[in-house]
């Protein structure tokens, strides 16, 4: 392991990782939930908030399940032996944080309160900034042009995908 793997490493542990970010994203809707007790979510409501926590847990049990099958490790700059391009791969590059959003927006909704949805709001953010813009540059060092192509056909959550490498050209470290 180089010297700068070291380093990522280190301090990726010192960092409050994603896992923990949903789970604090959950904690403050909390004191909400106290606040407006008792509840009366709209029933469409509910719905749409339990697809969105099962869609987003369902997301990263088998995002994870194919990273355990490639050797790829879960925890932020981790060793990538491999590119992981099937499942949930296959339409957004960042599966987990999507299923993590997804589960902190699911709660406000099954809950009714929508102010709850600044919660997954922040953790979007917060998630873009700090992982997912240096997962790339990460990505981009560790599998290049690969990667490049990867991104330049698949979004990053759901929207368009990344910059074509034509407009890009060959040479350059752009991302979406």
């Given at each position: 392991?180089?010297?700068r793997?070291?380093a ?82 296959r339409?957004?590059?960042?599966p ?6 997804l ?11 929508d ?36 991104a ?16 890009m ?8």
């Amino acid at each position: 392991m180089s010297k700068r793997e070291r380093a990522l490493e280190s301090n990726t542990r010192r960092r409050l990782l994603p896992p923990r970010g949903l789970l604090l994203s959950l904690v403050v809707q909390g004191p909400l939930i106290l606040w407006f007790w008792p509840l009366a979510p709209p029933g469409a409501s509910v719905l749409i908030g339990v697809a969105l926590l099962v869609g987003g847990v369902v997301l990263n049990i088998w995002a994870d399940r194919l990273f355990h099958k490639g050797g790829v490790g879960v925890c932020p700059f981790s060793p990538v032996p491999i590119l992981i391009r099937e499942g949930p791969f296959r339409i957004t590059r960042n599966p987990m944080y999507l299923g993590m959003v997804l589960i902190s927006a699911g709660v406000p909704l099954m809950t009714g309160l929508d102010i709850g949805l600044c919660a997954p709001a922040v953790l979007a953010v917060w998630l873009q900034i700090r992982f997912v813009l240096p997962e790339e540059k990460f990505l981009r060092e560790r599998l290049g042009m690969e990667y490049l192509l990867y991104a330049s056909n698949h979004s990053r959550w759901l929207g368009l995908p990344g910059p074509r490498l034509a407009r890009m050209g060959a040479g350059t470290s752009r991302t979406t």
